[in-house]
T-cell receptor
Framework: NAGVTQTPKFQVLKTGQSMTLQCAQD?????MSWYRQDPGMGLRLIHY???????DQGEVPNGYNVSRSTTEDFPLRLLSAAPSQTSVYFC????????????????FGPGTRLTVL | DAKTTQPPSMDCAEGRAANLPCNHS???????VYWYRQIHSQGPQYIIH???NNETNEMASLIITEDRKSSTLILPHATLRDTAVYYC????????????FGKGTKLSVKP
């Protein structure tokens, strides 16, 4: 299994440009999420999805859109990039254990480093 | 989810045990204690989790106090590759998967 993959690894945008960060997992996980990490900070949740066709907002959703048309893919769209969105973006996935005793481990991708000028 | 408190940084000599504390005094009865670590520039990696009993796996041991208000992650024989930021997180098992990350503890393992 490739696990959680993210593309691109690095991206530079100009203010106002739009782009999509790709995330895919091959573990048949129901749950997927996007986090951002600013320098010296912990990760903050942007959006998440508990299954295909279902998404919800996290702590910092403004300026980002998501959709989940398949179990495998969960792209993150920046509609109009701003310098405040300069960050490292991590995608994660896990089983939705619902208390069944599965250890509920989240698997993280390698990250996308985004700079908005 | 309850909040956690961790020291910002710790040092450990290579080959010695690293003991990383975490305070979670407001933890609820159905919340588990999870530990993740983030090696520089990489995505976080799951280490271990527990409810009230001590847990051990191939990576580490987790000691939870009887009142569950604090816990300690133990890396029994720290290596230079264990240098990372360690995050202690409390959450309900299966609670939509959301993880609330604080700033964690930066562990530096020195030769």
């Amino acid at each position: 299994n490739a696990g959680v993959t993210q593309t691109p690894k690095f991206q530079v945008l100009k203010t106002g440009q739009s782009m999509t960060l790709q995330c895919a997992q091959d573990m048949n996980h129901e749950y997927m999420s996007w986090y951002r990490q600013d320098p010296g900070m912990g990760l903050r949740l942007i959006h998440y999805s508990v299954g295909a066709g279902i998404t919800d907002q996290g702590e910092v959703p403004n300026g980002y859109n998501v959709s989940r048309s398949t179990t495998e893919d969960f792209p993150l769209r920046l509609l109009s990039a701003a310098p405040s969105q300069t960050s490292v973006y991590f995608c994660a996935s896990s089983y939705s254990s619902g208390g069944t005793g599965v250890k509920d481990e989240q698997f993280f991708g390698p990250g996308t480093r985004l700079t908005v000028l | 989810d309850a909040k956690t408190t961790q020291p910002p940084s710790m040092d450990c000599a290579e080959g010695r045990a690293a003991n990383l504390p975490c305070n979670h005094s407001t933890i609820s009865g159905n919340e588990y204690v999870y530990w993740y670590r983030q090696i520089h520039s990489q995505g976080p990696q799951y280490i271990i989790h527990g409810l009230k009993n001590n847990e051990t796996n191939e990576m580490a041991s987790l000691i939870i106090t009887e009142d569950r208000k604090s816990s300690t992650l133990i890396l029994p024989h720290a290596t230079l590759r264990d240098t990372a930021v360690y995050y202690c997180i409390v959450r309900v098992l299966g609670s939509q998967g959301n993880l609330i990350f604080g700033k964690g503890t930066k562990l530096s393992v020195k030769p």
